[in-house]
């Protein structure tokens, strides 16, 4: 248990009013004394580290400026608001962080007044403030919104839409660009180097002389074409045009870390006539803490760690994690295929592309936060003869589905797509849950969906893409370790749409979809123990379904049960429309379907969340009982 900080006067503060009561020369010492406070609690919760201490100083000041919770603050991505929580009621808390029943490592609307807007997936931000703005506006109720976006962040596209939008909120909307040259790896495209011109361009922006240029700043529109060309000329010197020419009013670069600089800057923004504003605050992610401020990650997501050396919990070994496997299969096809390239959405770590890029940089696209431009990206690489796998993590991916069905799926152009942590996903909770994939894209035709049971399958599935060109594919595996089974020499090409009998019986059927194989393994066990034959098959693929091996099963079966960690409109839905479709029900069958519930589930563990979920062997066990209805001990219940 790491010892607490001594933190006088953050202990004075519980909401940001208290903040407000202080002398702007006491808030470094809050900085501080916050800072230390993250640090310590992430050091025994785990989590995301790096951002937050990048905007503790930020943190101060907005809440200090700015009437919160009146005026609304949206954090985009929310991965960096711990500091706000621990300032806004919740510090008593914030070591229950990302656990089961704990504080969400987001922001989150039903956690507290503060958080006016959910987060986690990026880029958000400035599209909700701006409703947030103009229901103002409409209403003529007082309150400003302000978005806090990162500068990975402003690499999507839906951040553009947004800005292009802006206009209508004149001065109800403030943009802090939190500039800490950093996305979860090294920023990448143009942007970065527009912003590093910025921040180069000279010292940072002195409050006073914003002071004076807003003071100038009329809003007489005989003064408007002066002020814009004096911003125009500005920008020219300070780059700030890109955001002028979409309607902000720039300023910086500031200084994120000098608080009273940053608070004097806030206060002539918020008073400004017009707007909307774009404050480009610089900072560094991993502020204040030497092990997070020399990583190469800026430890950006930890887990629990030792805040004197920093060094972090080793998890003991285990198996290789589906992530790992995946980035060596890939590489295994690429030596032998050049036109194998790999595409990540600002992700090369969470991956696995980052290893891929060590052996192919020039086939390795990093593309920012852009997973719709990453999609369509690819589906240009494949229509020129490539062969792309797209890299996005399964709830990502759902950012993209229009390309995915307007790009790929409907110009049939064989696009790959790995989609990692695939089903419940732990501590990142219903935000990161890849529960859909299965859903939207089995019912997409000419797609090959296919979802890995351990890792040997995992290798088998990304050789079986790598060859498959007739068309678009796509294979789901879960965070974390694989089961430890041996891995295959040769990667084995799979015939497309064909599953696998694991373990034959003749009374029970149980059809499994991915990772849970292994717990259907255990309830067939347990039902064998009961007097009860089983069969397990493992389907292999989602789409196209193995239909002669269904029909098969669903025949000679009493009870059939499909299990899969999906929501519903996955493989069941799928098994049960072919059921339904040849009458395979009509003989009497008890066909039963087990996916995941129809909630989002909160944080926690993953094992709890599958308990949670209903998806773990007892569970598969129960249903079939059931279906028999036969009790625990295999005895027929009496018929009511
Ligand atoms: C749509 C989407 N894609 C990818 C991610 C994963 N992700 C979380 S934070 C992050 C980097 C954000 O960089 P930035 O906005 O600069 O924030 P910083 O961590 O530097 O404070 C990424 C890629 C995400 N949350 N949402
Ligand atoms: C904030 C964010 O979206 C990422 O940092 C995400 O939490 C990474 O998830 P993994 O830890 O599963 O890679
Ligand atoms: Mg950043």
């Not at 010892?3 to 006088?8: A, F, I, L, Q, V």
């Not at 720039?250 to 918020?270: F, I």
């Not at 090959?448 to 060109?469: F, K, P, R, S």
């Amino acid at each position: 248990m790491s010892d607490r900080p001594e933190t006088p006067l953050l202990d004075t503060v519980q909401y940001p009013d208290d903040i407000r009561k202080l002398d702007r020369n006491q808030l470094p010492q809050l900085a501080e004394e916050l800072r230390q406070e993250v640090i310590s609690a992430v050091s025994v919760t785990g989590g995301h580290l790096g951002a937050g201490l990048g905007v503790v100083e930020l943190t101060v000041a907005i809440h200090y400026v700015f009437d919160t919770p009146n005026d609304k603050l949206i954090w985009d991505v929310g991965h960096q608001a711990y500091p706000h929580k621990i300032v806004t009621g919740r510090r008593d808390r914030i070591r229950t962080l990302r656990q089961g029943g704990g504080l969400s490592g987001f922001t989150k609307r039903s956690e507290s007044d503060y958080d006016p807007f959910g987060a986690a997936h990026s880029s958000t931000s400035i599209s909700a403030a701006l409703g947030f703005a103009i229901a103002n506006k409409l209403s003529d109720s007082p309150g400003k919104a302000i978005a806090v976006i990162g500068d990975g962040a402003m690499s999507a596209g839906m951040a553009y839409e947004a800005m292009n939008n802006a206009a209508a909120a004149g001065n109800r909307l403030v943009v802090i660009l939190n500039d800490n040259d950093m996305s979860i790896a090294p920023p990448v495209g143009s942007l970065r180097n527009s912003l590093a011109r910025l921040v180069s361009s000279g010292k940072y922006l002195a409050p006073r002389r914003l002071a004076q240029k807003l003071a100038r700043a009329m809003p007489e529109p005989l003064h408007v074409a002066a002020r814009r060309m004096e911003e125009y000329a500005r920008g020219l010197v300070t780059g700030g045009t890109l955001f002028d020419e979409l309607g902000f009013y720039y300023v910086g670069p500031v200084d994120g870390h000098d608080v009273r600089a940053l608070v004097e800057v806030l206060e002539n923004v918020r008073d400004a006539p017009e707007g909307p504003m774009l404050v480009h605050v610089v900072t560094k992610k991993g502020k204040g803490y030497g092990p997070a401020e020399s990583a190469a990650d800026k430890y950006h997501g930890v887990v629990k760690f030792d805040v004197v050396s920093g060094v972090q919990a080793k998890a003991a070994p285990g198996a290789p994690s589906y992530t790992g496997v995946f980035a060596k299969a890939l590489i295994g096809e690429a030596e032998r295929d050049d036109k194998i390239v790999a595409i990540t959405a600002a992700m090369p770590s969470g991956t696995g592309l980052d290893k891929f890029e060590e052996k192919f940089p020039d086939r390795t696209f990093d593309v920012g936060i852009a997973e719709q431009h990453a999609v369509t990206f690819a589906a240009g690489l494949a229509a020129q003869g490539y062969r792309p796998f797209c890299a996005i993590y399964s709830t990502f991916l759902q950012r993209a589905y229009d390309q995915v069905v307007h790009d790929v799926a409907i110009q049939n152009l064989p696009v790959r797509f790995a989609m990692d942590r695939a089903g419940l996903v732990g501590a990142d909770g219903a935000t990161h849950a890849g529960s859909f994939d299965l859903a939207y894209l089995c019912t997409l035709p000419n797609f090959v969906v296919m979802a890995a049971a351990d890792e040997a399958e995992l290798v088998h599935m990304v050789h079986t893409m790598a060859l498959h060109d007739s068309g678009p594919s796509a294979v789901r595996y879960p965070r974390g370790e694989g089961r430890g089974i041996p891995m295959p020499e040769i990667p084995e090409r799979l015939a497309i749409g064909k599953g696998r009998i694991v373990k034959q019986g003749n009374k029970v059927a149980i059809l499994s979809l991915g990772t849970r194989l292994a717990e259907a393994e255990k309830a067939a066990e347990q039902l064998e123990a009961k007097g009860l034959s089983t069969t397990v098959a493992d389907l292999r693929f989602a789409k196209p379904l193995d239909e002669e091996l269904i029909r098969k099963l669903l025949t000679t079966h009493e009870v059939a049960v499909t299990v899969e960690e999906a929501s519903i409109g996955g493989l069941g839905a799928h098994v049960l429309t072919l059921a339904s479709d040849e009458g395979l029900v009509d003989a009497g069958l008890k066909i039963r379907t087990m996916r995941l519930p129809d909630t989002f589930q909160d944080h926690d563990k993953p094992e709890k969340q599958y308990d949670e979920a209903g998806l773990n062997a007892p569970h598969i066990v129960e249903t079939v009982l059931k279906a028999l209805r036969v009790n625990s001990a295999g005895v027929e219940e009496v018929r009511a």
